[in-house]
T-cell receptor, first 113, second 114 residues
Framework: AQSVTQPDIHITVSEGASLELRCNYS??????LFWYVQSPGQGLQLLLK??????LVQGIKGFEAEFKRSQSSFNLRKPSVHWSDAAEYFC???????????FGGGTRLMVKP | KAGVTQTPRYLIKTRGQQVTLSCSPI?????VSWYQQTPGQGLQFLFE???????NKGNFPGRFSGRQFSNSRSEMNVSTLELGDSALYLC?????????????FGPGTRLTVT
């Protein structure tokens, strides 16, 4: 069965600092990987996704993620965080057969002024 | 284009009652998936419907059921509510079963069971 681990439950960074959110997955074949963001009281918004090809993927809002098969990781990065990035971030894996996703537990990002 | 809408947005029910939640996908989208979000268990997949057929089902008891209509709108039903069913229920729509297409999530229905 597939699984996703986000080791950091909470992360606090200063505005303007760089950000890296960790995600490790367990899946037998080539996974479909996603990062979503959820603001308070809102649904989930897709930041980026990886299916195949270039292992560095660019997303919306200046985010990028790198797929590393050898480490079973798909970490999310942003070079300079803005106060509006404060939210909860979820990594997810799918098997490509349908839209069922397995989510990690989420990382809550706080941004200090 | 209107986004995914879910009704009602908030709901309070008593243990033992049943509840029906509704999800209207983005126009043209034929896949609707449902997720339960709780502080303890996180986001868990409930089921997915495509063209009125259930395609996938998560590991939830039979009290949780759903259906999809010919216009792609979907409902989920929870019978004999338990306190642990208190959660945010999210639905997501997609034009296809192909995971390469983006899933769009609605704002959710916040269910509180007392």
């Amino acid at each position: 069965a597939q699984s996703v681990t986000q080791p950091d439950i909470h992360i606090t960074v200063s505005e303007g600092a760089s950000l890296e959110l960790r995600c490790n997955y367990s899946y037998g074949a080539t996974p479909y990987l996603f990062w979503y963001v959820q603001s308070p009281g809102q649904g989930l918004q897709l930041l980026l996704k990886y299916f195949s090809g270039d292992t560095l993927v660019q997303g919306i809002k200046g985010f990028e993620a790198e797929f590393k098969r050898s480490q079973s990781s798909f970490n999310l990065r942003k070079p300079s965080v803005h106060w509006s990035d404060a939210a909860e971030y979820f990594c997810a894996v799918g098997d490509g057969a349908g839209n069922m996703l397995t989510f990690g537990g989420g990382t809550r990002l706080m941004v200090k002024p | 284009k209107a986004g995914v809408t879910q009704t009602p947005r908030y709901l309070i029910k008593t243990r033992g009652q049943q509840v029906t939640l509704s999800c209207s996908p983005i126009s043209g989208h034929r896949s609707v998936s449902w997720y339960q979000q709780t502080p303890g268990q996180g986001l868990q997949f409930l089921f997915e419907y495509f063209s009125e057929t259930q395609r996938n089902k998560g590991n939830f008891p039979g009290r949780f059921s759903g259906r999809q209509f010919s216009n792609s709108r979907s409902e989920m039903n929870v019978s004999t509510l338990e306190l642990g069913d208190s959660a945010l229920y999210l639905c997501a729509s997609s034009p296809s079963l192909d995971s390469s297409y983006e899933q769009y999530f609605g704002p959710g229905t916040r269910l509180t069971v007392t």
